[in-house]
């Protein structure tokens, strides 16, 4: 890359869990001197440029550390990603729109120019399926650039991708990560658990049904027997105290990020920040743009899925013996409206 300064996109698809960001994140991990900003898509995220907002962020960061000079039409840029006005004080903005987003795209490309400069650069993206039209657009006219950058994005096969489709005529490569098979899936087993019933291996290979996130939970929460996904799902969320497990209930019956102020209210706490690194909740800090400061997510689809079958058999249990659940359950959450102040 460094010798034709051209960039070189590599994709990589597979099913939920099947484990590319894993597999990126060895990668990035074996990297030596590279600047590596990293971001990721979020289903039902409606923000313009989702693909590329944590890559600006961590762009910024690095900016600001290194006192990086502000190039012209910097303003066009930062209205788009507010967070570069933390670094470039320059705020004036092209009237014309369409003017206005090609000078952004010029602008970023010779923000991205100046770290290309003195270091390698990777840019990696996570769940690219769920990317928007805009950023398709921008990240195009990126690859299109004399810029000596590696794109890695990932995304789920069977799920349409437009944006990955778009990109794809781009010079690169492609990978497909599969699902174990049967041998592959009784060494990753036999690895994490030691020596244990055949018996044992197969089932949770069986279970897993050659995801390898799946089988590495199973084998460590099978004990030298039988458990299926269902039965640890519940093991670990009963585990939990009653507040932290009312809020990962809410947060896995969203399905979406979901603000953490929206959650505490309709898991009816009064306050449960402490409670998000208690329950294991993924989440992230954000001040950036027009989203809330702190979001949390939801857990990946087949455990999410299991959960909220969990909490909607605990339920309809409930109504069957003439008490009221805490929630209405319809297969999704119905948030509740409590007659309290709504802090964030």
């Not at 600001?64 to 788009?80: F, K, M, Q, T």
């Not at 100046?114 to 657009?137: E, F, K, N």
């Not at 195009?140 to 991708?161: H, N, Q």
């Not at 069986?206 to 099978?222: D, H, I, K, V, Y």
Request: glycine fraction near 10%; hydrophobic fraction near 40%; proline fraction near 6%.
């Amino acid at each position: 890359m460094k010798s034709t300064r051209r960039p070189l996109l590599f994709r990589v698809a597979g099913g939920s869990g099947i484990g590319k960001s894993t597999l990126v994140a060895h990668y990035l991990e074996a990297l030596d001197g590279a600047v590596i900003l990293q971001g990721r898509c979020y289903e039902r995220e409606n923000v313009p440029f989702k693909a590329l907002d944590a890559i600006v962020d961590a762009l910024a960061r690095q900016l600001s550390a290194r006192g990086a000079p502000a190039p012209e039409h910097v303003g066009d840029l930062c209205r788009i990603f507010p967070p570069l006005g933390r670094v470039f004080s320059d705020t004036a903005v092209t009237a014309d729109p369409r003017l206005a987003r090609q000078r952004a795209i010029t602008t970023l490309t010779l923000l991205l120019s100046q770290l290309t400069a003195t270091d390698p650069l990777v840019i990696s993206i996570d769940d690219l399926q769920w990317g928007d039209r805009d950023s398709g657009v921008m990240m195009g006219a990126l690859l299109e650039a004399a810029l000596p950058v590696l794109w890695i994005v990932t995304y789920r096969s069977g799920e349409r991708c437009a944006l990955a489709d778009a990109l794809a005529t781009h010079p690169g490569s492609h990978l497909v990560v599969e699902s174990l098979d049967a041998s592959d899936g009784a060494t990753l087993v036999r690895a994490m658990v030691g020596e244990v019933d055949e018996t044992v291996v197969q089932t949770i290979i069986a279970e897993a049904g050659g995801n390898p996130f799946f089988m590495g939970e199973l084998a460590r929460g099978s004990h030298g027997g039988h458990v299926d996904l269902g039965t640890l799902v519940q093991q670990r969320v009963s585990l939990l105290d009653e507040a932290p497990r009312r809020l990962l209930e809410v947060i896995a019956l969203a399905g979406a990020l979901i603000a953490i102020g929206t959650a505490i209210r309709a898991a009816g706490l009064a306050d449960a920040t402490s409670l998000v690194t208690a329950a294991g909740i993924n989440h992230r800090a954000r001040g950036s743009r027009r989203r809330p400061a702190w979001q949390l997510q939801p857990p990946r689809r087949g455990i999410q899925a299991r959960t909220r079958s969990s909490r909607c058999q605990r339920a309809r249990a409930a109504r069957s013996m003439g008490q009221k659940p805490r929630r209405r359950c319809r297969g999704r959450c119905v948030p509740p409206q409590p007659d309290q102040p709504q802090s964030q």
